[in-house]
Antibody, heavy 119, light 107 residues
Framework: EVQLVESGGGLVKPGGSLRLSCAAS????????MNWVRQAPGRGLEWVSS????????YYADSVKGRFTISRDNAENSLYLQMNSLRVEDTAVYYC????????????WGQGTLVTVSS | SYELTQPLSVSVALGQTARITCGGN??????VHWYQQKPGQAPVLVIY???NRPSGIPERFSGSNSGNTATLTISRAQAGDEADYYC??????????FGGGTKLTVL
């Protein structure tokens, strides 16, 4: 069974840092591009970042560029999101999602991890 | 930047057909994907590349895309179809774009 499990969320003060992890299983992780998508409370989905299978290309939404860093460890079947200089507006559930093969749709998604930025 | 517009809410009577639209400039030239999200759960892909259903998604779910509007159609709506639905495209300038989401209510 294909599975994605996020971890690392929690409460952090504005300006603080947090590192999210996504553990993948049930598929050949190194063959797939991966993504982070977030959802603020009561709001819609917002794409955050994408990384290709070999980490050769990385993309960020303008809202997180320069503050967030996506990375992956194919040997460990893991995806990461290092979040620095966190703002109140970064408060959201963060999902990792597997990219399709050449189609730019997301399937499946993890269950999400909640990040709360508050003083 | 590319934008997708969805109605905030759509209502449908039990057993009838619901149509959820996703508007965008010349969206018919793009591949549109649809996700269903129930309260407290992660999104689930229900349609990819305009009109394709992943395995496990009922045939009642279908999609179309032409001109400036893509449409997700849910036939014979059931109470279990109540959820938020999001459209999504890939755009060369904005990269991944989601619509604002539509709340489907089954009456």
């Amino acid at each position: 069974e294909v599975q994605l499990v996020e971890s690392g969320g929690g409460l952090v003060k504005p300006g603080g840092s947090l590192r999210l992890s996504c553990a993948a299983s049930g598929f050949t992780f190194s063959n797939y591009n991966m993504n982070w998508v977030r959802q603020a409370p009561g709001r819609g989905l917002e794409w955050v970042s994408s990384i290709t299978s070999s980490s050769s290309s990385i993309y960020y939404a303008d809202s997180v560029k320069g503050r967030f860093t996506i990375s992956r460890d194919n040997a460990e079947n893991s995806l990461y999101l290092q979040m620095n200089s966190l703002r109140v507006e970064d408060t959201a559930v963060y999902y990792c999602a597997r990219d399709s093969t050449g189609g730019n749709w997301f399937d499946p998604w993890g269950q999400g991890t909640l990040v709360t930025v508050s003083s | 930047s590319y934008e997708l517009t969805q109605p905030l809410s759509v209502s449908v009577a039990l057993g009838q057909t619901a149509r959820i639209t996703c508007g965008g400039n010349n969206i018919g030239s793009k591949n549109v994907h649809w996700y269903q999200q129930k309260p407290g759960q992660a999104p689930v892909l229900v349609i990819y590349r305009d009109s394709n259903r992943p395995s496990g998604i009922p045939e009642r779910f279908s999609g179309s895309n032409s001109g400036n509007t893509a449409t997700l159609t849910i036939s014979r709506a059931q109470a279990g179809d109540e959820a938020d639905y999001y459209c999504q495209v890939w755009d060369s300038s904005t990269l991944v774009v989601f619509g604002g989401g539509t709340k489907l209510t089954v009456l």
